[in-house]
């Protein structure tokens, strides 16, 4: 989701900085534009970082001997080190 919102941030403001052409006394809409852009880089790279953290996972796997039955027991885990999204 956040790699989508900075996509979405980015276009939005190379519309304002670039292709808009309205003069607002109050506001600057070419520097509104850059900021967004930028805070829609950050955005993306903090979404790659996150994503590429998600995806690293530990499995354990468990073998144990009842004596008592015979019987073998295997016992598999799966974690990760986020929640899966």
Known sequence: MSIGAGIFMFVVGAILAFALNVEAGWID???VGYLLMAGGV???????VFLF???SAVA???TAADPASGERVTQR???SD????
């Open 53 to 55: 953290r998600r995806r």
């Open 42 to 48: 950050v955005t993306v790279l903090i979404g790659l």
């Open 29 to 31: 809409l070419q520097l």
């Open 77 to 79: 885990s799966a974690s």
């Open 82 to 85: 986020g929640p899966l999204v």
């Open 60 to 62: 354990t796997t468990r």
